[in-house]
């Protein structure tokens, strides 16, 4: 059985930083797809940054590349998000997503490549 534990969101101000974490059990990190997303009150849950393959690939959304940065700890079997100058738009719930099938290498940014979720954990800025 695989599950995903989420930790590491909390209030922070404008420009502040934050790191969220996501254990894995019963999948490796290292050879699934992983992934976070984000879902603000009232919209869709849109993809953040995602990681798979052996040479650790990546994507980011537009709009947050060069502040946010995925990585993997393989032998802590664990997923990073390390958010940097956090804006007010960065608040909502996080989701940690891990996935095995081809599409989760294919489409690395639509929820539907994903197999598995963590419960969310919420991010809230204030100014």
């Known amino acids: 059985q695989v599950q995903l534990v989420e930790s590491g969101g909390g209030l922070v101000q404008i420009g502040d930083s934050l790191r969220l974490s996501c254990t894995v059990s019963g999948r490796s990190v290292t050879s699934s797809a992983v992934a976070w997303f984000r879902q603000a009150s009232g919209k869709e849950r849109d993809i953040v940054a995602a990681l798979s393959g052996s040479r650790g690939r990546t994507t980011y959304a537009d709009s947050l590349k060069g502040r946010f940065t995925i990585t993997r700890d393989s032998a802590k079997n664990t997923v990073y998000l390390q958010m940097n100058s956090l804006r007010r738009d960065g608040a909502a719930v996080y989701y940690c997503?891990?996935?095995?099938?081809?599409?989760?290498?294919?489409?690395?940014?639509?929820?539907?490549?994903?197999?598995?979720w963590g419960q969310g954990t919420q991010v809230t800025v204030s100014s």
């Open positions: 997503a891990v996935g095995f099938k081809e599409d989760s290498f294919s489409y690395p940014s639509s929820p539907a490549s994903y197999d598995y």
